[in-house]
């Protein structure tokens, strides 16, 4: 019998385990398409639907739709927007500054 007993917190471990697998899973988004709700929490804070759609979408659709775009709008009702989650986070990450983060959505 060992006189030494370490205690180990099974929560704090698998929290750590999880974490490094999210990490991992995240480096590569090559190929990987988000909904508009993946989006909103993984690149803009968890913003409204609606904000994202006005402060990012509508301002920047120019740059972020069309044959270079890493959005492609839903042509009609009950259909969802398309979003190549690499390039839409790598645009994210370059334009930060671009985007009134403290906007309101206008009453």
């Known amino acids: ?28 988004l090559s190929g990987i ?5 993946e989006f909103r929490k993984k690149c803009c804070g968890n ?9 990012i979408f509508s301002r920047f659709n120019d740059e972020i739709t069309g044959p270079d775009g890493w959005l492609i709008r839903a042509n009609a009702r009950g259909q ?18 671009r985007i009134d983060w403290r906007a309101k959505l206008p009453r």
Not at 1 to 28: A, G, H
Not at 47 to 55: E, I, P
Not at 80 to 97: H, L, S, T
């Open 1 to 28: 019998m060992s006189p030494i007993k370490i205690t180990i917190d099974q929560e704090y471990v698998e929290n750590l385990v999880n974490s490094r697998i999210d990490d991992l899973l995240n480096q590569d």
């Open 33 to 37: 398409t988000w909904s508009l709700d």
């Open 47 to 55: 913003k409204s639907r609606a904000w994202v759609a006005l402060y």
């Open 80 to 97: 969802q927007n398309i979003i190549f989650a690499k390039p839409a986070k790598e645009w994210m990450e370059e334009n930060r500054q």
